[in-house]
């Protein structure tokens, strides 16, 4: 199976461009990236199966195919870079924004287990340091389950703490096929405010087998 190589194509896309309008700018760019650096077909938002849509799907010369599910989550920050305005929004909800990348990384799981010859990837992009950095306060929340901090270990069933609040919005629980240990890197740095700092978290999935961690 062809392989991408994921962290290759975030750097070149961070000296680019180190931050994005939008997921949709993100997506784009993101795309554009992988062309630039592989020779593969890149498709966006497409529909391999009814009722599933993938971000971004690679089709490689060998005939082996790679879907990729991508997350850009924002503090409020404004600015010009190159020459270029900004005005990001501020996407605090750190409970939602957790449940809708693992959702993402149990449907890439679901989906190439489902499709032979498919790998994938769970991609997010933030400048929210409290997706990184474990929570300090030591109490139980209902999102505990969702948290995406460094070196945490998700898999298996996740759940919300109890019904009802934000729960309502993502009721069912998310079940994880495997186990993955959560590594953040440094993606891109604007200016020295906290929320100047962006980092990636990419999560690798393979066919029916955990890769090495």
């Not at 966006?44 to 879907?67: C, K």
Request: aromatic letters at 10%; charged letters at 25%; hydrophobic letters at 40%.
């Amino acid at each position: 199976m062809a392989a991408l190589d994921i962290h290759s194509v975030l750097a070149a896309l961070a000296a680019k461009r180190p931050l994005f309008h939008s997921e949709a700018d993100f997506q784009f760019a993101f795309a554009w990236q992988i062309g630039a650096l592989h020779e593969v077909e890149v498709r966006l938002e497409t529909h391999p199966r009814p009722l599933v849509n993938l971000d971004v799907q690679l089709d490689w010369p060998d005939g082996t195919h790679t879907a990729i599910e991508l997350k850009y989550k924002t503090r409020l920050w404004v600015g010009d870079v190159a020459g270029e305005h900004f005005a990001l929004k501020d996407q605090g909800a750190n409970d939602i924004g957790g449940y809708d990348f693992l959702k993402d990384v149990e449907r890439v799981e679901k989906f190439v287990d489902a499709a032979p010859g498919w790998d994938g990837f769970a991609v997010m992009i933030t400048n929210l340091p409290t997706y990184w950095n474990p929570a300090v306060h030591g109490r139980e929340t209902n999102a505990d389950g969702f948290r995406l901090h460094e070196g945490r270990t998700v898999g298996g069933e996740l759940n919300w703490r109890r019904v009802g609040g934000t729960q309502a919005q993502r009721p069912k629980p998310i079940r994880l096929r495997d186990a993955y240990t959560l590594r953040w890197t440094g993606y891109s740095r604007v200016d020295s405010s906290l929320a100047g700092t962006f980092r990636a978290l990419v999560v690798p999935v393979s066919t029916g087998a955990r890769l090495p961690e």
